[in-house]
């Protein structure tokens, strides 16, 4: 069956889930700054570019960003101090909960403003390099949505990739959509070892699994309701007026894969015809940037000799290499990460290791981004921390206080003005403010240069979360 196109643009909306930190792309991805915000790639982060990448087709009004508390702020002024104008809205989860929940809620959300919509949800993180192509295939998905449909795309396997999930397609065809081929999904199947992953590529008719996917906002609803009725009756309770985070407390976690595409019955691929790559690991870097003579993707400060086929990415002091085959090395100011290629999955569970050993690495960089400036922590060590301090020009921190730290300040750069309690002064360059545990105060910038300082803390307790806020530009708690 050949179905002509309709115009439903004004009925799509977008959902780009934004919750998780790609511990993989670690040490560059910590959870203050997540993968999907990294600039690794140019001067739009991947979150930007998969905002950019939907206009005109689905304008920043019908896009929202799905994430958790805890990263909700971070992507709101990641965004804003951005090169773009867009301004999506947000779904707040409380509690990360997997996929299924997150875009139960964000289906809700879309019903409440169009109850007929089409919904596509998209990771936040994917790198995909045609525009023009993936908003051709997006439209055809749509329409192939409105009819019903559950539909996701699939990408033709160019290798034995064992990082991926694969979708069989089933030989039927159920219709034909602006070029594109529908076909019936099969079986959703796992990641596989190696030799099934070759068997795969040999074989034909499975594709890596996107993870993109459109459906009608009540369709998907109705599979929910249908496949996890549990989840359905929480995210009606919340559609009811029930208090959120109660609700979320009581909610097993669950892919969406596993609780509604692997049973539903209407569940259709579309062959993706754009470049695509999930940035799943650091060999998805292949993917980016073309290797030099010897297969070596090298970036940075690096001085090597003689190795082949290795990703080797510098920072600010010197890397030196020799004789390297098929490794990846990762430097950063606190971090530095040696693996094989073939072990980049593994990443993650270092990460977790890290995390275990109560290491602040899988959090923070030494360089944290503020809404107004910037922060480094140079040195730090028992009862004592020191940070330049970097405060955009017109910017200004909270008024705040700390219950166990002092700070004493030193202007480097710039001017600073400087609240301490009911006193306002100003200081310049060489001189000093000194304020003392428990005293409210506020750092400004009044100039049009940046303002550098260096701050020295002292004190029983020097984490960032001994702080009270009592005002704040940026309206953070």
């Known amino acids: 069956m050949t179905t002509e196109k309709k115009d439903i643009s004004s009925r ?123 908003r051709k295939a997006l439209s055809a998905a ?22 991926y999930g694969y979708i069989k397609a089933a030989d039927t065809v159920v219709e034909e959509s602006s070029g594109y081929t529908v076909r019936k999904v099969d079986r959703f199947v796992e990641k596989p070892d190696i030799e099934t992953a070759k068997r795969y590529v040999e074989d034909g008719g499975y594709y890596w699994n996107s993870g993109i996917f459109l459906w009608k906002v009540e369709k998907i609803l109705s599979e929910i309701k249908l496949h996890l009725p549990e989840l359905y009756e929480a995210l009606m309770e919340i559609k009811g007026g029930g208090d959120i985070e109660e609700v979320y407390g009581k909610i097993d ?22 470049p695509w790559s999930d940035m799943g690991s650091w060999n998805a870097l292949g993917d980016v940037f073309e290797p030099d003579k010897d297969g070596n993707i090298i970036k940075g400060r690096v001085m090597d000799i003689d190795s082949r086929n290795s990703i080797i990415l510098g920072c600010d002091r010197v890397v030196a290499t020799i004789g390297l085959e098929d490794y990846i090395i990762i430097d950063t100011p606190d971090a530095t990460m040696v693996c094989p290629k073939d072990r980049a999955q593994e990443v993650k569970d270092l990460v977790g290791n890290i995390k275990k050993e109560g290491w602040i690495e899988h959090e923070l960089h030494p360089t944290v981004e503020r809404p107004w400036g910037s922060y480094t922590v140079m040195e730090e060590g028992v009862g004592y921390k020191v940070k330049k301090i970097q405060v955009k020009p017109g910017k200004r921190l909270s008024l705040q206080s700390h219950k166990k730290r002092s700070e004493h300040w030193v202007v480097i750069a710039g001017k600073a003005r400087v609240q301490r309690g009911e006193e306002i002064v100003e200081i310049k360059t060489n001189e000093s403010s000194y304020i003392p545990k428990g005293v409210q105060h506020r750092l400004e910038n009044p100039g049009d240069v940046t303002l550098e300082i260096i701050e020295v803390q002292n004190g029983e307790y020097l984490g960032e979360d001994d702080i009270t806020r009592y005002s704040d530009d940026f309206e953070r708690d």
């Open 253 to 274: 976690g669950i892919s969406i894969d596993h609780g509604i595409l692997e049973k539903t019955s209407d569940c259709v691929v579309i062959e993706a015809d754009f």
């Open 142 to 163: 749509a329409t192939v949505a409105e009819e019903g449909h559950v539909v996701t795309f699939g990408i033709k396997p160019s290798y034995p990739e064992t990082g």
């Open 12 to 134: 799509l909306y977008a959902s780009i889930l934004s919750g998780g930190i790609g511990s993989r792309f670690w040490p560059l991805s910590r959870e203050t700054t997540p993968k999907q915000l990294l600039r690794v790639l140019g001067e739009e982060s991947l979150l930007e570019s998969t905002i950019s990448r939907l206009d005109p087709l689905v304008p920043a009004e019908r896009i929202s960003i799905v994430t958790n508390e805890k990263q909700a702020d971070i992507i709101k002024h990641h965004l804003a101090s951005g090169n773009g104008n867009a301004t999506p809205g947000y779904v707040v989860e409380p509690l990360g909960r997997n996929t299924a929940p997150a875009i139960g809620l964000a289906a809700l959300g879309i019903a409440r403003k169009d109850p007929g919509a089409i919904m596509a949800v998209l990771p936040a993180d994917h790198l995909i390099s045609d525009g023009a192509s993936f």
